[in-house]
């Protein structure tokens, strides 16, 4: 990969920390010594300053008890994507790994993953799929555009979108050769 996504912006791990601390009725004190961070790193990304490593979200998650996702998911969009290369990454201290999380999973869904070749001269046409249902594609080859219907977008090589699956929506190729990562979440 060429580019390397941006970093996660800290507006989101700062709302994630402070709602997720407020569920499980904890002070800023108590989460810290839970996760072996200090006080003043956790107040200052409480206040969305500072940038904190892989190591140190792992460390406030399991401190919370919740799955790392939970503190650095971005907020929800009817229709989410994610260009090759953009999506907010989190840094490793200990090596040169990061990982940008396109989509955590709800608890309690299901999710059913598919790898799709299709070629051009074939609109896909979808019929929505059973309420609650949201798919997730990823580009492999190829350009595609995908999404509900009035609501398509062209994505490329490396691009992520999700959107709503319980409404009618449509799959066409726009060049030869073209596959993508389709996971269909039912809730």
């Given at each position: 990969m060429s580019e390397v996504p941006?970093?996660?912006?800290?507006?989101?791990?700062?709302?994630?920390l402070k709602r997720e601390r407020g569920r499980a009725g904890l002070s800023l004190s108590e989460l810290a010594k839970r996760a072996g961070v200090a006080k003043s790193t956790l107040s200052q990304l409480e206040a969305a300053s500072g940038n904190p490593s892989m190591e140190t979200i792992w460390a406030l998650a399991v401190g919370l008890g919740v799955p790392f996702s939970a503190l650095v998911e971005p907020p929800a969009q009817a229709v989410q994507v994610i260009r090759a290369g953009q999506g907010p990454a989190v840094h490793s201290e200990q090596s040169s790994y990061l990982a940008s999380l396109l989509s955590?999973?709800?608890?309690?869904?299901?999710?059913?993953?598919?790898?799709?070749?299709?070629?051009?001269?074939?609109?896909?046409?979808?019929?929505?799929?059973?309420?609650?249902?949201?798919?997730?594609?990823?580009?492999?080859?190829?350009?595609?555009?995908?999404?509900?219907?009035?609501?398509?977008?062209?994505?490329?090589?490396?691009?992520?979108?999700?959107?709503?699956?319980?409404?009618?929506?449509?799959?066409?190729?726009?060049?030869?050769?073209?596959?993508?990562v389709l996971i269909m979440q039912h809730m």
């Open positions: 941006s970093r996660l912006p800290m507006e989101w791990i700062a709302a994630s955590a999973c709800p608890p309690g869904a299901r999710r059913d993953i598919y790898y799709v070749w299709l070629e051009p001269g074939s609109r896909r046409d979808s019929e929505p799929h059973i309420p609650g249902t949201t798919e997730h594609i990823v580009v492999t080859e190829g350009k595609v555009e995908a999404g509900p219907r009035g609501e398509a977008v062209e994505l490329g090589p490396g691009d992520y979108m999700s959107y709503r699956g319980d409404v009618p929506h449509a799959y066409e190729a726009l060049a030869p050769g073209t596959k993508f």
